[in-house]
């Protein structure tokens, strides 16, 4: 699976992209990794998930800095990758 790192860029929209090499198209779930806990991301807020796997984070912040998971399962099976988000700016 290609994946990160990432930058962001401060005030604007900030967009990580998921993409597994799977057919059929498969679901995703996206986490952000604090030491061993991971904790889902959910549509909603500032974060959207869109159906091919890319995490959009509306106005990012600083507080958006750090390590971040997806998920692709499809009923072939499940893969995961994990990566580090930079947030650049003032």
């Known amino acids: 699976m ?3 790192p ?3 860029f401060k005030g604007s ?11 059929p198209l498969p679901t995703f779930v996206w986490s952000r990794v604090t030491g061993n ?15 091919n796997g890319t995490l959009i984070i509306a106005n990012v912040t600083q507080n958006d800095e750090g390590r971040y998971s997806c998920e692709a399962t499809n009923d072939l099976g499940r893969d995961n990758a994990t ?3 930079s947030v650049l700016g003032r």
Not at 17 to 23: D, F, Q, Y
Not at 37 to 51: A, D, P, Q
């Open 2 to 4: 290609g994946f990160g």
């Open 83 to 85: 990566a580090d988000a």
């Open 6 to 8: 990432f930058y962001l």
């Open 13 to 23: 929209e900030g967009r990580l992209n998921c993409k597994p090499e799977a057919a």
């Open 37 to 51: 806990t991971r904790v889902e991301i959910k549509s909603g807020g500032r974060y959207n998930i869109l159906s």
